[in-house]
């Protein structure tokens, strides 16, 4: 079954450290992936999405993904993290099966220090 | 521009119950996808509605049902209640035409099966 799988279920980094979370997918064909972001009691919003148009893809809030086919990877990383990206983190895919629908990973909380 | 409201926000039933949860999507979206999220877990995907019918359905029992109206609006109806239905219950609208395109959450409604 075509599925993500998010590397981690808690990541700690200081404040201005280097964020990095992993995503691993499985697809025959090329994928729609997604990363979202969850706040505390809040519903999830788009981070960014990869469209095949370029494997660095920039998201908000300063985030970026690679895509990278030959791992099946597409990670999340921020050079500098902020006390404000302490949040619940889902890497996403899009399959298509007779229409379209959106598979979440199981997600990585981001804890950040001061 | 209103974007994806849920009701009621909270919910408290008991095991055998039955209950309905409400979704309005975004303005101009005709499709709407039902998303149960597990304290700690990642959104699992339900069923999606587009045309007023269930175009797509994940791996959960027949207790889950579902409705689209003219409107675009949703409901979803979960009979006899177990434990483990308690679950943070996601709905997501989008446009069925864009493939790629990001899904837009609602804050979700915490149902709590005493």
């Known amino acids: 079954a075509q599925s993500v799988t998010q590397l981690g279920s808690h990541v700690s980094v200081s404040e201005g450290a280097l964020v990095l979370l992993r995503c691993n997918y499985s697809?025959?064909?090329?994928?729609?992936l997604f990363w979202y972001v969850q706040y505390p009691n809040q519903g999830l919003q788009l981070l960014l999405k990869?469209?095949?148009?370029?494997?660095l893809v920039k998201g908000i809030n300063g985030f970026e993904a690679e895509f990278k086919k030959s791992e099946t990877s597409f990670h999340l990383t921020k050079p500098s993290a902020h006390m404000s990206d302490a949040a619940e983190y889902f890497c996403?895919?899009?399959?298509?099966?007779?229409?379209?629908?959106?598979?979440f990973g199981a997600g990585t909380r981001l804890f950040v220090k001061a | 521009d209103a974007g994806v409201t849920q009701s009621p926000t909270h919910l408290i039933k008991t095991r055998g119950q039955q209950v309905t949860l409400r979704c309005s999507p975004k303005?101009?979206?005709?499709?709407v996808s039902w998303y149960q999220q597990a304290l700690g877990q990642g959104p699992q995907f339900i069923f999606q509605?587009?045309?007023?019918?269930?175009?797509q359905r994940g791996n959960f029992p027949d207790r889950f049902s579902g409705h689209q109206f003219p409107n675009y609006s949703s409901e979803l109806n979960v009979n006899a209640l177990l434990l483990g239905d308690s679950a943070l219950y996601l709905c997501?609208?989008?446009?069925?035409?864009?493939?790629?395109?990001?899904?837009?959450f609602g804050s979700g409604t915490q149902l709590s099966v005493l």
């Open positions: 997501a609208s989008s446009l069925a035409r864009q493939f790629n395109e990001k899904l837009f």
């Open positions: 697809s025959s064909v090329p994928p729609y």
């Open positions: 990869y469209t095949s148009a370029a494997t």
């Open positions: 996403a895919v899009s399959l298509n099966t007779g229409g379209f629908k959106t598979i």
């Open positions: 303005s101009g979206h005709d499709t």
């Open positions: 509605y587009y045309e007023e019918e269930e175009r």
